[in-house]
C-alpha cells in the first residue's frame, strides 16, 4: 500500500535507525527527561513537532538555500519554532512548561533535529522529508517513553504520575499505581537510572537485531 | 576558487533575509501568546500566595498590592523579595512574605511564609527548591502535609530554643534521612516571624511611609503600586524620591 521508499522511511525511524537506540542522538534531553512517563511523552512529542516542521520547511526552501550557509540558515529555522513551541507551551500549557523547564529551548541543540534536517530534508522531496522528521521523531518518544515507564515504576511504583500538570486537573485520577505501597527505588529516578535503563534497552534491541538475523 | 563579491553579498543577503523572517515569525508568536503567558503568571502566583492565607481572609488584589522587601539577613534572600499585604474591608489581616532558606541538602530553598497580623503563622509553602526528589522533598505541600505543623505558631507560643527539629530539642517533626531539609525550613521560617516581629508596622501599612528600619543600604524603597489612596494624609499620592 506505501512504496517502498515510503515503508523504508517509517521502518528506519521507528526501528532499524532508532534516533535513541541506533543512531544514540539526542541523549541530553532522552537522559535528563524520562524520569516519568509524562515528561518524556511530553517533550517527546514537542521535539517530533519541532522535527516534522523544520525537515518540511528546510524541505521546501531547499533550492534557494545557498550551499555554503545552509547550517546557519538550518539552525536559524529550528531556533525559531523551538522558540514557539515554547512560547505556546508558555501560554496555554504552563504547568508542563515549569516541569520541562529548560529542555525545551534546548530542543534546538538536540542533533537529531539539526542531522536530519541536514541529511534528509535538505535533499529530497517535502512530504518524505516530513515523513522522515516525524518517524525519527516518534522513534525517540517511543525510546523516551519506555525508558520513562521503566524509570517511573521502578522508581516510584505508578504510571502516569504528574499527567494533571498536562491535561489539567481533571486527570488527577488517572495516575495508575502499578505497585502499591511501594516506597520506591531512588536510583530510577535520578541520573544514573535513566543510564542504566537506556543500556538495557540498546541490549535488548541488539539481541532482538541478533536473533532476528540468525 | 575566490568566489566574487557578487556571490558573497548575495549569500549574505539570503542570510539577512532568513533573519528578517525568523525575527518576524517570533515577534508574531511573542504578540500573540503574551497575554495568555501573563494570565496563567498572574493566576499561578496568586494561587500560590492565597495558599498560605485561610480562604477568605482577603479582598485585595494580593498580586497588585505587591510591595518590595529589602534584601535582610533575616529573610535569606539574595535579591529583594515582594510581601503581598492581605486586606478585607480595607484593614490589613495577613502578610505574606517572600523568604529563603539558604542552608538546604542542595542549595536555597524558596519559602512564601503568610503571617497573620497578630503574628501566627497563617501558612508556608515552599515554591522552589533542588532537594533530592522522594527524600527531601517532602516539604512539598503536594508530597506531604509537613508543612502544615507551622500553621497558628508563633514566636509567642514557641520560644526560641523550640523552633528545631524534633531531633535537635525543638517541636517540628522531620522524617528519617532527611533531616538537613526541615532544620533550614524551620530556621527561616522562624527568621521571617522574627523579621515580621520587627517592622510589623511598615509590613502592615499599606503604602504609609513604607520604610524598614535598619535595613541595610542595598534596600530597595520602591513606592508600592497601590493603595496609596489609603493612606490619607500620611503621604501625597505621587510619590517622590524625597518622601522615603
Known amino acids: 500500500m506505501f512504496s517502498q521508499e515510503t515503508r523504508d522511511i517509517i521502518t528506519n525511524g521507528l526501528w532499524k535507525q532508532n534516533p535513541g537506540l541506533v543512531q544514540i542522538l539526542g541523549m541530553c534531553p532522552l537522559l535528563a527527561i524520562s524520569s516519568n512517563v509524562v515528561n518524556a511523552l511530553s517533550l517527546g512529542l514537542a521535539t517530533t513537532l519541532v522535527m516534522a516542521i523544520a525537515s518540511g520547511s528546510v524541505a521546501v526552501i531547499r533550492n534557494i538555500i545557498p550551499h555554503e550557509i545552509r547550517i546557519p540558515v538550518f539552525v536559524l529555522i529550528i531556533a525559531a519554532l523551538v522558540t514557539v513551541v515554547e512560547l505556546a507551551m508558555h501560554a496555554w500549557v504552563h504547568a508542563l512548561y515549569i516541569v520541562l523547564g529548560v529542555f525545551i529551548p534546548l530542543i534546538t541543540t538536540n542533533c537529531i533535529v539539526l542531522a536530519r534536517v541536514e541529511a534528509f530534508a535538505s535533499k529530497r522531496a517535502t512530504g518524505h522529508s516530513v515523513l522522515d522528521a516525524t518517524m525519527m521523531g516518534l522513534g525517540l518518544t517511543g525510546v523516551l517513553v519506555t525508558l ?54 540498546i541490549a535488548w534491541r541488539n539481541w532482538m537485531q541478533e536473533r532476528r538475523a540468525r | 576558487m575566490i568566489p566574487s563579491i ?29 497575554p495568555a503567558i501573563e494570565i496563567t503568571e498572574q493566576a499561578e502566583k496568586l494561587a500560590l500566595i492565597s495558599q498560605t492565607l485561610p480562604p477568605g481572609s482577603f479582598d485585595n488584589d494580593l498580586v497588585g498590592d505587591a510591595r518590595p522587601l529589602p534584601v535582610n539577613a533575616l529573610l535569606g534572600l539574595k535579591r529583594p523579595g515582594l510581601s503581598y499585604v492581605a486586606q478585607k474591608e480595607g484593614k490589613s489581616t495577613a502578610v505574606v512574605l517572600e523568604a529563603a532558606a539558604p542552608d538546604g541538602y542542595a542549595g536555597e530553598i524558596r519559602l512564601l511564609v503568610g503571617i497573620h497580623a497578630d503574628g501566627r503563622i497563617a501558612g508556608v509553602r515552599v515554591t522552589a527548591h533542588h532537594e533530592t526528589p522522594g527524600l527531601g522533598d517532602y516539604i512539598e505541600i503536594a508530597k506531604n502535609k509537613w508543612i502544615t505543623q507551622f500553621d497558628a505558631r508563633s514566636l509567642a507560643d514557641t520560644p526560641a530554643d523550640q523552633w528545631q527539629v524534633r531531633k535537635d530539642g525543638g517541636r517540628f517533626d522531620s522524617m528519617a534521612g532527611a533531616t538537613i531539609t526541615p532544620r533550614a525550613v524551620v530556621k527561616a521560617t522562624h527568621k521571617a516571624l522574627q523579621f515580621f516581629a520587627a517592622h510589623q508596622e511598615e509590613l502592615l501599612n499599606v503604602g504609609c511611609g513604607y520604610r524598614m528600619v535598619g535595613a541595610s543600604s542595598e534596600e530597595r524603597t520602591a513606592p508600592s503600586t497601590g493603595g496609596h489612596s489609603r493612606c490619607g494624609s500620611l503621604r501625597s499620592p505621587h510619590p517622590t524620591s524625597g518622601d522615603q
Not at chain 1, 517511573?152 to 500538570?165: P, Y
Not at chain 2, 549569500?11 to 515577534?27: E, I, K, N, P
Open chain 1, 148 to 201: 520513562g515507564a521503566l524509570r517511573e515504576i521502578v522508581g516510584k511504583g505508578t504510571l502516569l504520575s504528574g499527567i494533571d500538570l498536562a491535561l489539567g486537573p481533571m486527570a488527577k485520577d488517572w495516575v495508575i499505581p502499578v505497585i502499591p505501597d511501594y516506597h520506591g527505588l531512588l536510583i530510577a529516578i535520578l541520573p544514573p537510572g535513566a543510564f542504566i535503563g537506556l543500556g538495557l534497552l
Open chain 2, 6 to 34: 557578487r556571490e558573497t553579498l548575495s549569500t549574505a543577503l539570503t542570510l539577512l533575509l532568513f533573519c528578517v523572517v525568523g525575527a518576524g515569525l517570533l515577534s508574531g508568536a511573542y504578540t500573540l501568546t503574551r
